[in-house]
């Protein structure tokens, strides 16, 4: 097998070159319009990235808490039979407890 050297453009800007102070950011405008464009040539749906919004009331609040071990082991093993992760079993159990 014989390996090719590969021939870099002596011409090409350094990264460092690059004038960032004219450089912008792109509007939700701009990104909506591109989206759009993109869509209608490609016929394709571009998703939204990330997790989907939640309601004021389906958002939770991080907090820490100390638990006993066994509380612990029983939940991330409920978890495990369940294919859920742990916090969501115990927050499951809370829930029914006061409702």
Do not use: C
């Not at 050297?5 to 102070?21: G, Q």
């Not at 490609?42 to 509380?71: C, M, Q, T, W």
């Amino acid at each position: 097998m014989r390996f090719e050297r590969k021939r870099f453009n002596l011409d090409m800007k350094k990264e460092s070159e690059f004038p960032f102070e004219r450089g912008r950011r792109v509007t939700a405008e701009e990104s909506q319009k591109f989206r759009e464009a993109i869509s209608e040539q490609f016929d394709i749906k571009l998703r939204k990235r990330g997790r989907p919004a939640k309601n004021e009331d389906d958002k939770y609040e991080p907090i820490s808490i100390r638990l006993h071990p066994k509380v612990l082991a029983w939940a991330k093993e409920e978890a495990q039979k369940r294919g859920i992760g742990y916090q969501t079993v115990i927050n499951e159990a809370l829930l029914k407890r006061i409702s």
